[in-house]
């Protein structure tokens, strides 16, 4: 059974950090492209950041970048999202995302996991 499981999410005033962790079950971890998406109410889901395989390389919406940071450590199966210097426009409902390197229509989502940025 698939199993993308978040955790980490909560509320945290502005310019604090939280990290994020996705912890993976059910599937080849090292084989899918990881990410972390987030939906705001009303929204569609946007992609926050993503890493390949190897962790070799990441990439970032320009509304993050330099905030945070996407790590993966395949022997564990989990992928992180370390969030500093939070904004109130990050609230959102967090979701990791598996997406398989050669296949892309197989993919997994997580459940969410609620982030509010507020004094």
């Known amino acids: 059974q698939v199993q993308l499981v978040e955790s980490g999410g909560g509320l945290v005033q502005p310019g604090g950090s939280l990290r994020l962790s996705c912890a993976a079950s059910?599937?080849?971890?090292?084989?899918?492209?990881m990410s972390w998406y987030r939906q705001l109410p009303g929204k569609e889901r946007e992609l926050v950041a993503r890493?390949?395989?190897?962790?070799?390389?990441?990439n970032y919406a320009d509304s993050v970048k330099g905030r945070f940071t996407i790590s993966r450590e395949n022997a564990n199966n989990t992928v992180q999202l370390f969030m500093n210097s939070l904004k109130p426009e990050d609230t959102a409902v967090y979701y990791c995302?598996?997406?398989?390197?050669?296949?892309?229509?197989?993919?997994?989502w997580g459940q969410g996991t609620q982030v509010t940025v507020s004094s």
């Open positions: 995302h598996a997406e398989h390197s050669l296949q892309p229509l197989v993919s997994y």
């Open positions: 059910g599937f080849t971890f090292s084989w899918y492209v």
């Open positions: 890493i390949t395989r190897t962790g070799e390389y990441t």
